[in-house]
């Protein structure tokens, strides 16, 4: 399997975001997506993730057989996509259920992030780290090669972060693999990093060529 991602520019509002970002994601390989605040980090990864289309540019995955792009990847963004009034299992349930492929059952994966205790709360009593931390044990409850992640470690403890770093090399280690925005390192061996740099370009008035946005 192989993403390529060729020359993608992001254009938001009346304005060009980034463009000309090119690079090889290949398995076992981590990109780590750097760049200052509204730079477009975020933008470029829903745009992977299919969320947003891109001004120009273009996404292969090749060695995917039949299934598309978005049946291979897991998204994990700024906002955690839980539903509050279910517990966290529920959560995980819900998703090992919606997503196919079955990996870890919902208590396993709960208990990878060191969560085993609070599987029966629902998450609206959770703190911003627990909840992060079920967010991302829905990485691990069903198979997915592809790995996005919008600033995984966001809200998360020196000790969360140290496991979600394991879990991230051993996603790589099996063959899997991750495009991450952050600010601060993710310490994860030998990843490639493009730093995105918001374009001063003007864009061209509406009409000639310009991608749009889903809703
Ligand atoms: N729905 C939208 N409509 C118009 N502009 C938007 C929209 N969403 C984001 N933007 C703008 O796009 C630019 C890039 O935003 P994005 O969230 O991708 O940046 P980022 O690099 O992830 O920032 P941060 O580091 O602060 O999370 C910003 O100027 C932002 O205001």
């Known amino acids: ?28 390989e981590a990109l780590v997506i750097t760049g200052r605040n509204g730079a477009g980090k975020s933008s470029l990864l829903d745009i ?20 598309p792009l978005l049946e291979c990847l897991h998204y994990v963004g700024h906002r955690d996509a839980l539903k509050a009034a279910l517990t966290a299992e529920e ?10 492929s079955p990996a870890l059952k919902p208590h396993e994966a709960l208990e990878a992030v060191g969560l085993a205790h609070a599987a029966r709360l629902p998450v609206a009593y959770l703190s911003a780290g627990q909840r992060r931390r079920v967010a991302l044990a829905r990485l691990l409850v069903a198979h997915r090669p592809l790995w996005l992640l919008d600033e995984p470690t966001s809200a998360l403890d020196t000790g969360s972060q140290e496991t979600l770093r394991l879990i991230l090399e051993g996603h790589r280690e099996s063959g899997g693999m991750i495009a991450a925005t952050t600010h ?4 994860l061996k030998d990843a490639k990093e493009i730093r995105i740099e918001r374009t ?3 864009l061209a008035p509406a009409g000639e060529g310009r991608g749009g946005e889903d809703a």
């Open 200 to 202: 001063k370009i003007p």
């Open 184 to 187: 601060s390192p993710l310490f």
């Open 1 to 28: 399997m192989r993403l390529s991602v060729n020359n993608l520019a992001c254009d938001r509002g009346e304005r060009r975001i980034f463009e000309g970002v090119s690079f090889v994601l290949e398995p076992r």
């Open 48 to 67: 992977l993730a299919g969320r947003l289309h891109p001004a120009t540019g273009t996404i292969l995955l090749e060695g995917a057989g039949e299934r």
């Open 91 to 100: 959560n995980l349930s819900f998703a090992r259920d919606f997503l196919g």
